[in-house]
Structure formats: C-alpha cells, structure tokens
Nanobody
Framework: QVRLVESGGGLAQAGGSLRLSCEVS????????MAWFRQAPGKEREFVAA????????NYIDSVKGRFTISRDNAKNTVYLQMNSLKFEDTAVYYC????????????????WGQGTQVTVSS
C-alpha cells in the first residue's frame, strides 16, 4: 500500500505564501507521478498541479500558473506545492495523489490519496 501524508496547510492572508508537503511511504516514490488537487466547500475536487516521476515535467491549471510551483525530492519521498500570491479563491482542502501514469493523473483514477490539509486565505 501507498501512504500519503500532507502537511503545511494553515491560514494565510491574501498575497501571502504557504508551502505544502506530502510525504509518501510504502512503495518506490520515484516511480510515481504526483499531483495536488483541491476541494473547496460545496465544490468538486479539482486538479491543481502535477509532476512526473523525475521532476522534469510539470502541469498546472491556469488559475495557479505563475503563482504555484510543484516540486519533488525523491531522496526524501516528498512532493511540495509552493503557493505564492495566495488569493481568497485558493481556500480549499488540498490533497496529494500518486499515479503510475503522469499523462493520466489529472483524471483522478488513482486510489492513492492523502487525508488532506486545509488552506484558508483571508481577504
């Protein structure tokens, strides 16, 4: 089994920054693509960003491009989401996800999810 544990959420002011972390255990981390999703109250879970197994390729939704950066450290079995210039609409529970296929990770087909970490941005 793959276990994912997110951390780093909290309260930030609009324009501020937070860095989320997701530590993965149970399988070979470096063989998985990783992604961050988020779910705001009353809304469906949405894709935010993804990174392939070696960190060379990344992908973002338009609303976070230029503000968020996904990265990974395979030596630490951890993926990160650096969030800058936060906006009120970034408020959500953020989840990390692992998938063997980078090209398909945005489809949420994988069952490997963390428990989520709350990000609240005050306006």
């Amino acid at each position: 089994q793959v276990r994912l544990v997110e951390s780093g959420g909290g309260l930030a002011q609009a324009g501020g920054s937070l860095r989320l972390s997701c530590e993965v255990s149970g399988r070979t981390f470096s063989s998985y693509a990783m992604a961050w999703f988020r779910q705001a109250p009353g809304k469906e879970r949405e894709f935010v960003a993804a990174i392939n197994y070696n960190g060379v390729n990344t992908n973002y939704i338009d609303s976070v491009k230029g503000r968020f950066t996904i990265s990974r450290d395979n030596a630490k079995n951890t993926v990160y989401l650096q969030m800058n210039s936060l906006k009120f609409e970034d408020t959500a529970v953020y989840y990390c996800n692992a998938d063997s296929a980078y090209a398909l990770i945005a489809r949420m087909r994988s069952d490997y999810w963390g428990q989520g970490t709350q990000v609240t941005v005050s306006s």
